[in-house]
């Protein structure tokens, strides 16, 4: 192999995994071009969380809204799937690491995905208001156009625990004061309103906005993209499951299923019965 082949064979090797994240050397390490010792003590987490996902850091109000929104989705007690599995995985001898990845994994579209699905609605409903002007009809308009489509949910509204989810207010309150300083322009907060207001008035019961509708106006105002709110919702209720994965781990107990053994689920087969008799000669 020619120098000029192995000089090229060293270019692509160096190009396998370009990254504009991190530049790492020995006794040297920046992120996004910020030396680490400049960041470690000088900013949160969340500052961290934008730098990496944006590649620049977020004003201090940013970052306030942020960490605000990560907060209220870091729990929602043993009945939530992704925080059973932890604690189920301990109980089956699996380390931390090995039951945060099993909580992690369920955290899909269906217990996981809402955030992610509301902002996707979200901007649909600020495309169809570009035409028209007016949020509520476009809310309305986009609505009936999913359930004619065969949507039932509306993600980000309603709650099967809390008739009204008492996460999604305190938040609000950030957003308007948010809005109020200029931190961000509001829009999406008035697209969430917007649709509240239209499943008040279309459906039987109101169907307030839950955690997710609120964390998509949050996550929506400050610029990210609806697959990152899914990461970013993943992000907060890592706390969690390491939370009851480590308590698990503490309070010990062996293979614990969904529910005591006292308790018995519900069999919906038939009867206990016997056998019948059989033919046991095999067909030549």
Known sequence: MSKTEDAELLRKASDWWTTSIIDIHPGRIAIRGYPIEQLIGNVGFADMIWLMLRGELPTRAQSSLLEAALVPGVDHGPHAPSIAISRMAVSCGLPVNGAMASAVNVLDDVHGGAGQQCMELYREIEAEADAATHLPQAAA?????????????????????????????????????????????????????????????????????????????????????????????????????????????????????????????RYAGPARRDLPERDNTHPQ
């Open 141 to 265: 308009r986009v609505l009936e156009r999913r359930r004619a489509a065969g949507d039932k949910i509306v993600p980000g509204f309603g709650h099967r625990f809390h008739p009204v989810d008492p996460r999604t207010e305190p938040l609000f309150a950030l957003v308007d004061r948010a809005v109020a300083g200029g931190v961000i322009e509001g829009r999406y907060a008035r697209i969430g309103r917007a649709v509240e207001s239209v499943l008040r008035t279309s459906r039987s019961r109101p169907i307030p906005m839950n955690i997710d509708g609120i964390t998509a106006v949050v996550f929506c105002e400050l610029g990210f993209e609806p697959e990152l709110g899914r990461g970013l919702f993943v992000l907060s209720r890592s706390v969690g499951i390491l939370a009851h994965a480590w308590e698990q781990k503490q309070q010990g107990g062996r293979i614990k299923g969904p529910m005591p053994k006292e308790i018995d689920y």
